[in-house]
């Protein structure tokens, strides 16, 4: 009897054991999962921002979607200014050059992949949400653009509204972006 009981006893010791490890790994898990798929995420969307202001450069104003942004930064070109002289002196004369790169090459340069740009990462090939539109900011037209995704779509089995317990600033249907559809700026919230 006494054997059974210790037993038991040995048996309820290992399950509390395991429970404590568990709950002492879980918020460490998390936290190291978070910021690993948070950099990786903001990696991209720093991609996607360097080649919309490469687009914005070739059209002058921001792709709407990823096709158009695709085919243009495969198919044109960046023209670059070259100015001799100074252009506000009317005494002097000055030269005024453009010269064309391809806009591929630029974008290979920085490593980044034309075909995957689209896609969030950690999320089964969803797409990032991309807006681009024209908009009135203190009286002036100015082009606006807005591209993210929400955490619940690359945060795998962390997606939880649970998880908030470890991180009081997570949240799993907050938007992680960069720029603004209500104002000319593509500054990441992140």
């Known amino acids: 009897m006494r054997s059974i009981i210790s037993l038991i006893l040995l048996l309820v010791a290992g399950f509390l054991a395991y429970t404590l490890y568990t709950n002492i790994q879980e918020p460490i898990a998390f936290q190291a999962e978070k910021a690993t798929r948070l950099d990786k995420v903001t990696g ?4 996607i921002r360097k080649s919309q ?3 914005r450069t070739i059209t002058g104003e921001f792709a709407p979607t990823f096709d158009t942004l695709s085919m243009v930064l495969k198919n044109d ?3 670059f200014i070259n100015i001799v002289g100074d252009p506000d002196d009317p005494t002097k004369e ?3 050059t453009i010269t064309y790169s391809s806009a591929l090459d630029s974008i290979t340069a920085l490593n980044i992949n034309l075909d995957s740009l689209r896609y969030v990462p950690y999320s089964a090939s969803k797409e990032f ?4 539109d024209t908009i009135t900011y203190q009286q002036t037209l100015v082009q606006v653009v807005e591209v993210g995704t929400r955490y619940k779509e690359f945060m795998g ?3 939880s509204q649970k998880f908030t317990k470890y991180d009081n600033s997570y949240d799993p249907n907050a938007l992680l972006k960069f720029g603004d559809m209500s104002k000319p700026t593509l500054s990441g919230n992140w």
């Open 53 to 55: 202001e490469i687009y």
């Open 157 to 159: 089995k962390y997606a």
């Open 94 to 96: 000055f030269t005024k």
């Open 129 to 132: 949400n991309m807006t681009a």
């Open 44 to 47: 991209h969307l720093e991609n």
């Open 77 to 79: 070109s960046i023209p």
